[in-house]
């Protein structure tokens, strides 16, 4: 097992470069802050100490453990219930919620690279606050004030934690298929049912848990139109705050799970005995609005642990390929061996991993950046004009990040060779985790659908146009700057964007629903490559202007050849799904359900 660093210098350059903080810093959430180079330094070094020191060390021996029921609960790996308390008592699950409620109010895309931090350290973890994230954010938004006052102290300060309780067996993610009821009994409602797969459903380490779960009321239509939105809490709040009986909610049982074992995935019964008390939150049949203001935010993170498993996968399979000795340089028949980060296709691997860790970083930063201007520019215009980028972005994000989490999660054990398939190096274990990224919060195929089928009919591509633009005002400032570096990735980065414009010009102009859905998978990649290299460009840009003055040649001169090497053999893989594009559904569709 190998330790993990927070990769603090590239946070910083993404955020001081690309994601914009200069301009965060001006609007008026952040006027009272400081929020400069200097903040986002000091801060990324206090979570790195607590990401290395506190969470790291429970990775392994959480994943070897697991959680596990008891006759009192679920009782968290050992270590975690610790750890949890240092996590809080640092102020960390506060650190992106309003300081109105407690929090620190800090901009989106210094909080984004804290959660890379916790999910890199320690998945299984990161978990338990990630959701909170997303409770915390339906409550603030659509809660009634006496809601938000009774809850959100807490779920921000992380004495409590907060749930989501969407699906259930018969439905998957299908939620028009939801059944647990919800019958009204004066000033709350009393909900009957069971929900699956739970992350942080029951727990011992914080006090209380708030539940948001979906169910019908009594004379509510059918499908998604008939859903509302309620708080459960495990146990019920005095008026006063303090915490009387507890509800009729709790865990039947854990699932048994390829990764992220230190996680409890639980199946939660609502009304085994009288009715779990629920409260209403907004308006009844309008809780899959609300419920996606957690998703939404919950499948940004998850995108971000494509990321962060890529990067701990990264440092594992760095660490190993420094230090094993295997092999002779080619074409050399005697003397000492080398180590492997010596052999080419090793370096191929290492490039891969690496490449694609700090382009799915820049992405994800730099649309923390957008929301963070979504949210509390002064300017409406603006704030839409964002909220579009964002919108557009996010199934981005969550579907191509995690595939490529996979991707470079898979790579860490190939470098690693035989042992990369023994557990105790722990790049198995990275592997297992990566894996659940692509399923939960949505599949691939959900977000590869919301992005061809929802996102670009919204508007009619002008969003995907706009941002094709930006790629293009990029391959242009490309074109003014010096170096054989600039022309290539120049080159790369204009063929990935034509090939960005050219697929989503079929996606727009197909009048065969069937055939876009098809191949709605390959549009979403084909845009996180473009993407990931328009930002790989945008930091060669930023380095090669701080290389003019002198600043930090290492650094500055690695983030040119890893540009380069991104345009040179990752970019090409637009072209390729463009094809797979343009060639639409027929083959995809053509075989009967007989002939599988």
Known sequence: MTAYTAPTRDMQFVINELAGLAAVATLPAFAEQDVSPSLVEAVLEEAAKLAAEVL????HSGDVQGARMSPQGVIPADGFAEA???????GWNGIGCHAEFGGQGLPESI???TQEMWNSANMSFALCPMLNGGAIEAISRVGSAAQKAMYLPKLVSGEWTGTMNLTESQAGSDLSAVRTRAVPEGDHYRLFGQKIFITWGEHNMTENTIHLVLARTPDAPEGVKGISLFIVPKFLVNADGSLGARNDVHAVSIEHKMGIHASPTCVMAFGDKDGAIGYLVGEENKGLAYMFIMMNEARFKVGVQGLAIGERAYQGALNYAKDRVQGRPVGVKSGDRVTIINHPDVRRMLMTM?????????????LAGHMDLARHHADPSARKTHQAWVDLLIPVVKGWCTEIGIEVASLGVQIHGGMGFIEETGACQHLRDSRIATIYEGTTGIQAADLAGRKLSMDRGVAMRALIAEIEATVAELGRAAGDDMVVIRDGLQEGAKALADATQWVL????????????VDYMML????????????AALAAQRKLSAGEDPVFHEAKLVTARFY???????????????RSGGASILALSEEQF
């Open 567 to 581: 345009a040179e053999h990752i970019l090409p893989k637009a072209g390729a799904l463009l094809r797979s594009v």
């Open 84 to 90: 949890y308390q240092k996590f809080v008592a640092g």
């Open 509 to 520: 102009t197909s009048h065969d629903a069937d055939a876009v859905m098809a191949v709605s």
């Open 354 to 366: 690496k490449a694609q860790n700090e382009a799915m970083r820049a992405l994800a930063y730099v």
């Open 111 to 113: 909080n984004t690279a």
């Open 527 to 538: 845009t996180g490559y473009v993407c990931g290299g328009w930002q790989m460009a945008r």
């Open 56 to 59: 790291a060390p429970l990775n």
